[in-house]
């Protein structure tokens, strides 16, 4: 079955406590991002990868940092939470044409 | 991007088809329609695409206008799980590194 995977689906952490969110994709796509979605401002996107090793920032990319060593993966890391960070995070791979999948969402709540 | 309109809510009953419309009357000539849902606090879900054939998947049907400039999404028979904001989006084939936009959508319900 075509997915996205993301872990952990909710997290709880304090304010400065590194964090990675994993994702993972099994459909070969290139095209890989990172959204968070908060109340009234939809979905935002973070960073974005059009390929190993390549990866930009995306529209609100302050407080976070990507990878992308393999095609099926890539991780989004908070080195230094703060409160503004707690939002529903979602990660995406995108197919052609413009077909994008969506992982389950993680939950994010830093105090 | 061209710009949709899509209508602010509907509600269908269970059983029934819901056809939400989508109108684009901008749309370009090399512009695809796609629809996605987001069932609450889920991922967002790819539903189906068309360029100007009508389309059916196992999900539903796309239905666009002979001159493209509004397209409906018909769910044959809803079901509770349904209920969802659908999204109506227009899009190139390949549109490099724009991220996709979900505008308002149609929050649709399902009753039983």
């Known amino acids: 079955e075509a997915q996205v995977t993301q872990n952990p689906r909710y997290l709880i952490t304090v304010t400065g406590k590194k964090l990675t969110v994993t994702c993972s994709q099994n459909m070969n796509h290139e095209y890989m991002s990172w959204y968070r979605q908060d109340p009234g401002l939809g979905l935002r996107q973070i960073y974005y990868?059009?390929?190993?090793?390549?990866?930009d920032k995306g529209d609100v990319p302050e407080g976070y940092k990507v990878s992308r060593k393999e095609k099926r993966n890539f991780p989004l890391i908070l080195e230094s939470p703060s409160p503004n960070q707690t939002s529903l995070y979602f990660c995406?791979?995108?197919?052609?044409?413009?077909?994008?999948?969506f992982g389950p969402g993680t939950r994010l709540l830093v105090l | 991007d061209a710009k949709t309109t899509q209508p602010t809510s509907m509600d269908c009953a269970e059983g029934r088809a819901a056809n939400l419309p989508c109108n684009h009357s901008t749309i370009s000539g090399n512009e695809y329609v796609y629809w996605y849902r987001q069932i609450h606090s889920q991922g967002p879900q790819y539903i189906i695409h068309?360029?100007?054939n009508n389309e059916t998947n196992e999900m539903a049907s796309l239905i666009i206008t002979e001159d493209r400039k509004s397209s409906t999404l018909i769910l044959p028979h809803a079901t509770l799980r349904d209920t969802a904001v659908y999204y109506c989006?227009?899009?190139?084939?390949?549109?490099?590194?724009?991220?996709?936009?979900f505008g308002k959508g149609t929050r649709l319900s399902v009753i039983a």
């Open positions: 995406a791979s995108r197919g052609l044409p413009e077909t994008q999948y």
């Open positions: 990868s059009m390929n190993v090793e390549v990866t």
């Open positions: 068309g360029l100007k």
């Open positions: 989006i227009v899009r190139v084939y390949f549109s490099g590194n724009t991220p996709l936009v």
